[in-house]
């Protein structure tokens, strides 16, 4: 299951035309150097950040794997395309899920890291608390840019929900799991130990019990396919980011 070993990236920072590079602020990550070599692809776009408390990467639609019958389905929002849960993504991101996590932790943003492995691993045990442990971090908002419309797209305009809690983003973080799984995921729609960015709404236990799941709204969004842009923005911006 494992893609291989994923390289250690070297970055530069380039200032976007306007904003100037204050302290705490990345303006673009972008690759400074050659990496070593392994069996992922490379990374070939860049998180850009335009504001103090926003970032905005390219992206993909990819809805037929999200929405394909699997054991998996409705479950992740946003993989870098060449992580393994890339297949079973709404969005496959032209960026990796270290260069996000990279871009929000220089905003100034304290990732939660309240998840382990056992969140997962131990789904289906009984005794396990892991399981039942929600996602931690500061707010986060989520906005899909698509080409030739006036308004970005939020999740709750995007996707379904029967379990009718919503979604409540956090900045999970999770760094030091990146290393053993390789998802690759950017935003999972429960609190996974994968996701950088996840929905403190429901729990893993609560995904493999069936409390809700995620579909997508027809008509709303464009062919498979279609490239967007996905907006990460820090709720309340800079005020709240230690939260």
């Not at 996590?101 to 009984?126: C, F, H, Q, V």
């Not at 971090?137 to 006036?150: A, H, K």
């Not at 236990?205 to 923005?233: K, Y």
Request: glycine share 10%; hydrophobic share 40%; aromatic share 6%.
């Amino acid at each position: 299951m494992m893609l291989g070993r994923i390289c250690p990236p070297r970055w530069r920072l380039v200032a976007r035309a306007g904003i100037p590079i204050a302290a705490g602020v990345m303006v673009a990550l972008v690759l400074s150097g050659p990496l070593t070599a392994c069996s992922q692809d490379l990374p070939t776009a860049s998180v850009v950040t335009i504001s103090e408390s926003s970032i905005e990467f390219p992206a993909v639609v990819t809805a037929a794997g999200f929405e394909e019958e699997s054991d998996m389905a409705g479950y992740h929002f946003i993989v870098w395309h060449d992580g393994r849960a890339a297949s079973r993504s709404l969005f496959r991101a032209e960026v990796s899920d270290v260069q996000v996590l990279d871009a929000l932790e220089a905003l100034g943003a304290k990732p939660g890291n309240s998840l382990s492995l056992d969140t997962w691993d131990e789904r289906y045990e009984p005794d396990s608390t892991a399981p039942d442990k929600l996602i931690e971090g500061p707010p986060i908002d989520l906005y899909v840019i698509i080409p030739g419309r006036s308004e970005p797209l939020t999740l709750g305009d995007i996707l379904l929900d029967p379990g009718q809690r919503g979604f409540d983003m956090r900045f999970g973080g999770h760094r030091a799991n990146i290393g053993q799984w390789h998802s690759g995921c950017v935003v999972c729609l429960y609190s996974c130990p994968g996701s950088k960015i996840g929905n403190a709404s429901y729990t893993v236990r609560e995904f493999v019990d069936g409390a809700t799941r995620f579909r997508v709204r027809p008509g709303v969004l464009p062919e498979d396919g279609t490239e967007v842009t996905i907006r990460v923005e820090l709720a309340g911006g800079r005020a709240e980011v230690g939260q």
